[in-house]
């Protein structure tokens, strides 16, 4: 036994294993951990007697639900866009923005200039906001580098995020974000110069979980996605994609031919696109932060991703251009007030399939032999956390068995 091993009581848990919309609910419950993994789950009254003997925590009849899960975030970025935020308002569109040198470029220009150490320090200025609100594991994505060094420099970081904090990090290669300006009218050559190259480097320092692009008629076509996506296959990367955010050029429906863990944005999705997913099981990421942000009107088909059965996740896309969004809690309501998903979905959306957007599977539920990332709240039903806006119920976070 070790001093993390104990046995939480007192409590209603909202565990997430079950698909249907009763958020996997137990009342009056207990949870065991051993070893830092969930040893047993279920009604108190049923908790076995080997078990009376470990050390005991009372939770005062408050909501347990596994860590919360940022799927898609940019939370490794120099500098900000606030001048930026401010032309979109006087006008501006975010085409406009990016065509002018703006936009994500701009963004390259100040993250090549930071250290890793800067990289760093800001980016964990940001993690502790949403350590806050009971995260327990994030992804974090390349992609203002648009160089070797850079790009490397962003994934180093990403894996520092984990020595410095207890949280858990799964980064993602975006090299195919956008054509830095040195490649500009050059978007093939950048691809096979710098993008796929640098793709290979990353892999071979253990840099690399997953491979994202975006395709976007501002950005990168399917065919050129598909040059990097073939070599991320070839080096067992999964794969994910900014897909239909600003227009329907078939990202979706790529994505679903190499069976992406997730297509992402996806505003502009069809319904033929939404059965592709359907079929080769990839989780539709709904994030808000933009669509808000950017002040679109073309909501992501919310209805069609039901009627098919596609699973969704929540995301903050926390970035310094589209999504200057830091709060998980917020994005929760966000998905509920501008896109009508329940409250229910969405937080389902941060858990169980934040996860499998993610390719994890011993996270975002609560069940016997999950790991013990769990988030205890003060609330009294789970549908508070999409509820309030500005208000943070988090009570203690519990990491891998650890308070």
Same mark, same amino acid.
């Given at each position: 036994?070790?001093?993390?091993?104990?046995?939480?009581?007192?409590?209603?848990?909202?565990?997430?294993?079950?698909?249907?919309?009763?958020?996997?609910?137990?009342?009056?419950?207990?949870?065991?951990?051993?070893?830092?993994?969930?040893?047993?789950?279920?009604?108190?009254?049923?908790?076995?007697?080997?078990?009376?003997?470990?050390?005991?925590?009372?939770?005062?009849?408050?909501?347990?639900?596994?860590?919360?899960?940022?799927?898609?975030?940019?939370?490794?970025?120099?500098?900000?866009?606030?001048?930026?935020?401010?032309?979109?308002?006087?006008?501006?569109?975010?085409?406009?923005?990016?065509?002018?040198?703006?936009?994500?470029?701009?963004?390259?220009?100040?993250?090549?200039?930071?250290?890793?150490?800067?990289?760093?320090?800001?980016?964990?200025?940001?993690?502790?906001?949403?350590?806050?609100?009971?995260?327990?594991?994030?992804?974090?994505?390349?992609?203002?580098?648009?160089?070797?060094?850079?790009?490397?420099?962003?994934?180093?970081?990403?894996?520092?995020?984990?020595?410095?904090?207890?949280?858990?990090?799964?980064?993602?290669?975006?090299?195919?974000?956008?054509?830095?300006?040195?490649?500009?009218?050059?978007?093939?050559?950048?691809?096979?110069?710098?993008?796929?190259?640098?793709?290979?480097?990353?892999?071979?320092?253990?840099?690399?979980?997953?491979?994202?692009?975006?395709?976007?008629?501002?950005?990168?076509?399917?065919?050129?996605?598909?040059?990097?996506?073939?070599?991320?296959?070839?080096?067992?990367?999964?794969?994910?994609?900014? $897909?239909?955010? /600003?227009?329907?050029?078939?990202?979706?429906? &790529? @994505?679903?031919?190499?069976? +992406?863990?997730? !297509?992402?944005?996806?505003?502009?999705?069809?319904?033929?696109?939404?059965?592709?997913?359907?079929?080769?099981?990839?989780?539709?990421?709904?994030?808000?932060?933009?669509?808000?942000?950017?002040?679109?009107?073309?909501?992501?088909?919310?209805?069609?991703?039901?009627?098919?059965?596609?699973?969704?996740?929540?995301?903050?896309?926390?970035?310094?251009?589209?999504?200057?969004?830091?709060?998980?809690?917020?994005?929760?309501?966000?998905?509920?007030?501008?896109?009508?998903?329940?409250?229910?979905?969405?937080?389902?959306?941060?858990?169980?399939?934040? $996860?499998?957007? /993610?390719?994890?599977?011993?996270?975002?539920? &609560? @069940?016997?032999?999950?790991? +013990?990332?769990? !988030?205890?709240?003060?609330?009294?039903?789970?549908?508070?956390?999409?509820?309030?806006?500005?208000?943070?119920?988090?009570?203690?976070?519990?990491?891998?068995?650890?308070?």
């Amino acid at each position: 036994m070790t001093q993390d091993d104990k046995v939480f009581f007192n409590l209603n848990v909202a565990t997430m294993d079950k698909s249907d919309a009763t958020y996997g609910w137990i009342e009056n419950a207990a949870i065991t951990m051993v070893g830092g993994v969930i040893e047993w789950l279920g009604p108190i009254a049923e908790l076995p007697a080997a078990h009376e003997t470990l050390p005991k925590t009372d939770l005062g009849g408050r909501v347990v639900t596994p860590g919360l899960i940022d799927c898609h975030t940019h939370i490794v970025h120099g500098g900000d866009r606030a001048v930026e935020f401010e032309m979109r308002l006087n006008g501006a569109s975010y085409e406009e923005v990016a065509r002018a040198g703006g936009g994500i470029v701009s963004t390259v220009k100040a993250t090549r200039g930071a250290t890793e150490d800067q990289l760093l320090a800001d980016a964990l200025r940001r993690v502790d906001v949403l350590i806050g609100e009971g995260v327990t594991c994030i992804e974090v994505k390349s992609g203002y580098g648009l160089d070797l060094e850079t790009e490397l420099r962003m994934l180093r970081v990403a894996r520092a995020i984990m020595a410095n904090r207890a949280i858990r990090v799964k980064t993602t290669f975006l090299g195919a974000h956008a054509t830095p300006s040195e490649y500009t009218g050059r978007d093939d050559a950048y691809i096979d110069d710098v993008c796929i190259p640098t793709l290979r480097a990353a892999h071979a320092e253990g840099l690399v979980d997953a491979v994202d692009g975006f395709c976007e008629g501002i950005a990168f076509q399917p065919a050129q996605i598909s040059r990097v996506f073939d070599v991320a296959r070839e080096l067992d990367l999964p794969v994910k994609l900014h $897909a239909e955010q /600003l227009s329907n050029i078939g990202g979706a429906k &790529l @994505a679903a031919q190499y069976g +992406a863990l997730s !297509a992402d944005h996806i505003e502009y999705l069809d319904e033929d696109g939404v059965k592709a997913m359907k079929d080769a099981g990839t989780i539709a990421v709904i994030l808000p932060g933009a669509f808000y942000t950017l002040r679109e009107k073309q909501a992501p088909p919310i209805a069609l991703l039901r009627k098919h059965g596609v699973p969704m996740a929540l995301a903050t896309d926390i970035n310094p251009g589209s999504s200057p969004l830091n709060s998980l809690l917020l994005t929760l309501n966000m998905g509920c007030t501008l896109f009508r998903m329940t409250p229910e979905e969405s937080l389902r959306g941060v858990t169980q399939n934040a $996860a499998r957007a /993610l390719g994890l599977s011993d996270v975002g539920t &609560l @069940a016997v032999g999950m790991r +013990a990332d769990m !988030a205890v709240w003060d609330i009294k039903h789970p549908a508070e956390l999409s509820y309030r806006i500005g208000f943070n119920p988090l009570h203690s976070r519990i990491f891998g068995g650890t308070s």
